[in-house]
C-alpha cells in the first residue's frame, strides 16, 4: 500500500491511542504494512499472532485504517460489498 510516511505514522498513533491490551507495535506496523479494508481481514492478518482482539477493537482499527485508503482501494471496497 502507498501511502506517506507521515500518513504511516499519524495511522501508527491513531491505532496506539485505542490503547488495545498485549497489542505491540509489531501488529501495528503489520496492518500498516497491508492496509486491511475490514475487519475479516485484519483479523485474518492478525490471527497469525498469539493475540486475542475483542471485535469491537477490530472494528475500531479496521475504522481507523479505511480512513487512510487510496480513494481508489475504497471505490473497490464499495463494490465489493455491494455485490456481497
Known sequence: MDITPSQAKELREKIE??????????????I?????????ELKSILSAYPLTIT????????DIVSQHLP??????????????
Open 17 to 30: 491511542k485505542l490503547n488495545i491490551p498485549r497489542f505491540k507495535p509489531d501488529h501495528i506496523a503489520k
Open 71 to 84: 480513494k481508489a482501494k475504497k471505490a473497490k471496497k464499495a463494490e465489493a460489498e455491494e455485490a456481497a
Open 55 to 62: 471485535n469491537e477493537n477490530l472494528k475500531k482499527i479496521a
Open 32 to 40: 500498516i504494512d497491508t492496509m486491511p479494508q475490514s475487519a475479516e
